[in-house]
């Protein structure tokens, strides 16, 4: 028994954080919503910027109602994505349970019968909000864990192991997107070869398919 005991002091077992989300608060959801929207919002406004700066260097007779279509369209867009986010909201996360697993090479998420395990340095971004942590596997889809839900001790070691993968993440996110790549163009060629083989007949005649 005390040789077992002097194995695992000597050797002990890998630290592993375990989070568990059941159903996400309105203020959670708002804000997990609005971070995800802001991109395609600033992105518009660039857009409609470009398209007014056009109109006044293009236009002879320049008038300020010239703007006001564009503006009021970015203006119903933006109000039409809160207000379906408000109302969204039962229909959303209110009862979506999650199970996040943290250790020092990566983490794990699982919802239902679905997991998933992502390495550190294939983690993009780490972001803290008011009300909610995100953890981004690229530059646009992101999990969630609300703030409340993990505690400050937990959450430092979280952040120190993000922090220690930033020197090999550049290099592990490029290999992993040009096997992805890769195997993606696999899969055209051999559709394109199981299409040049069997073929899906002619589109009349007797062997129309």
Same mark, same amino acid.
């Given at each position: ?53 056009? *109109? ?93 839900? *993990? ?59």
């Amino acid at each position: 028994m005390s040789e077992k005991n002097n194995q695992e002091k000597k050797h002990p077992a890998p630290k592993v954080i375990r989070v568990e989300v059941s159903g996400v608060s309105k203020e959670e959801f708002l804000e997990a919503a609005h971070r995800s929207s802001r991109s395609f919002f600033i992105m518009l406004l660039i857009l409609m910027a470009l398209f007014c700066g056009i *109109i006044m260097v293009a236009s002879d007779n320049f008038s300020l109602p010239a703007f006001l279509g564009p503006i009021f369209i970015y203006l119903v867009l933006f109000v039409g994505y809160e207000l379906y986010i408000h109302l969204s909201y039962k229909q959303q996360l209110q009862a979506l349970e999650m199970v996040y697993e943290f250790n020092a090479k990566g983490w794990t998420l699982q919802v239902g019968d679905s997991r998933a395990e992502i390495d550190w340095r294939g983690t993009v971004k780490f972001a803290e909000g008011k009300h909610c942590l995100f953890l981004y596997n690229d530059d646009s889809h992101s999990s969630l864990i609300p703030r409340h839900c *993990i505690s400050d001790k937990d959450l430092q070691t979280v952040r120190s192991w993000f922090n220690k993968s930033r020197g090999e993440s550049k290099d592990f996110i490029r290999a992993r997107d040009r096997a992805e790549r890769q195997e993606q163009k696999e899969k055209m060629r051999q559709n394109r070869k199981n299409n040049r083989f069997w073929g899906n007949g002619p589109a009349w005649g007797p062997w129309k398919r």
